[in-house]
């Protein structure tokens, strides 16, 4: 059976024409289980603040076992299989699901099409998603188990169609790089400095910490999953080559990854270091960001580095002592109730004991953690 459909993805490309690529730029494919979907900048993947988004409409019922539709006003988007369902509100900026619990991750329109983040939507539904490095870009593939190719036996027998599929792409003349849109109106994103929404239940809490060893940010990030909350890791870039594995998972946990660099001697060195740190982090996930913390940078670098697209940490609330419950329970007297978009800077010194009883009293409080996300 594997090899019957092997064959027929083969024959299919073989009925393609062929036309010379004229570059090698980056896209995104995307299957869902033995089914290659179209190649477009419209229904094509991307990244924003940390999340791989890909069309709701991928999930038709056909290729895979969950169904798409969107409510009558447009504003709600649903993904259901069976009794579950996971739906996204977009006038409401809300995501929960059929049992009653509520998600931070968010959908988005691009273009007037609705996009919801594929870890989210393969978590709910018991799926697999990967994000394979192929020729020409990436395969963001989504799994049941009535799949009948390994990812390795799909790309091989697809490969001459995903060869057809980027020459049709590119002999369109479409941009080949992935955009990253700007949220949509209704789905307002945090802003660096924090601003309040005194009409808000809780505080909207973005959680940045500054990663300098890989084995403590894998244990934050586990206390934070344990606790259905989301955060911002920022990366020194020195430690990129033997941190991959940790980026991949904050990514594909929904969690945003930034760069730290160092920015006391100045915006060129620390322009340099980031823009080689985005190559480090795109050749370990296929991302890159504009998100930076930049240590020891002045007023002028900071405005340099924006000039360039990096947005700059700007914390509201600068806490890097959270390493007790004691300590937790001073951050949360530092927050306070605002009632809107916080941002919380806790450095490298971070302890998941700390995190876990800090994140005990924001519950308690109503406040939402979520990822920053990469907005201008």
Not at 157 to 180: C, F, H, I, Q, W
Request: hydrophobic share 40%.
């Amino acid at each position: 059976m594997k090899k019957r459909i092997g064959a027929l993805i083969l024959a299919l490309a073989l009925c393609l024409p062929l036309v010379t690529v004229s570059a090698a730029d980056t896209v995104y494919f995307t299957s869902m289980n033995d089914s290659l979907m179209g190649l477009s900048d419209s229904t094509m993947p991307y990244w924003s603040g940390g999340y791989l988004y890909v069309p709701a409409s991928s999930f038709n019922g056909r290729d895979i076992n969950v169904y798409y539709s969107r409510s009558a006003d447009k504003q709600t988007l649903i993904l259901y299989s069976g009794k579950r369902a996971l739906s996204f509100d977009l006038g409401q900026d809300e995501t929960y699901d059929s049992y009653g619990n509520i998600y931070a991750e968010r959908a988005q329109l691009r273009g007037g099409t609705p996009y919801v983040p594929v870890a989210r939507v393969a978590s709910f539904f018991d799926l697999t998603y990967t994000n394979t490095k192929v020729d020409h870009g990436y395969l963001v593939r989504v799994r049941d188990n009535h799949a009948m190719l390994d990812d390795r036996e799909f790309i091989e027998a697809a490969g001459a169609l995903m060869d057809s599929r980027y020459n049709e792409y590119k002999k369109a003349g479409t941009p080949s790089t992935p955009v990253v849109p700007e949220p949509p109106a209704q789905d307002p994103a945090p802003n660096q400095t924090g601003e309040d929404d005194p009409g808000a239940v809780g505080n909207r809490l973005y959680l940045c910490f500054y990663v300098t060893d890989v084995p403590s940010a894998e244990q934050l990030a586990s206390v934070l999953g344990a606790n259905q909350a989301l955060a911002t890791f920022y990366i020194q870039e020195s430690l990129l080559p033997s941190a991959g594995d940790l980026a991949r998972r904050l990514t594909a946990s929904g969690f945003s990854v930034g760069l730290a660099a160092d920015g006391s001697n100045g915006a060129e060195e620390a322009l340099e270091r980031l823009r080689e740190g985005n190559e480090l982090l795109f050749r370990a996930c296929g991302m890159k960001t504009r998100l930076a913390l930049v240590p020891g940078a002045s007023a002028q670098t900071v405005e340099r580095l924006g000039g360039e697209g990096f947005l700059v940490l700007q914390s509201r609330v600068e806490y890097t002592s959270l390493t007790s419950s004691a300590r937790a329970s001073t951050l949360q007297r530092r927050i306070g109730s605002r009632g809107g978009n916080v941002t919380v800077y806790l450095g490298s010194q971070a302890t998941a004991a700390g995190l876990g009883a800090f994140l005990s009293l924001a519950r308690g409080q109503e406040d939402r953690l979520l990822a920053m996300t990469e907005t201008t």
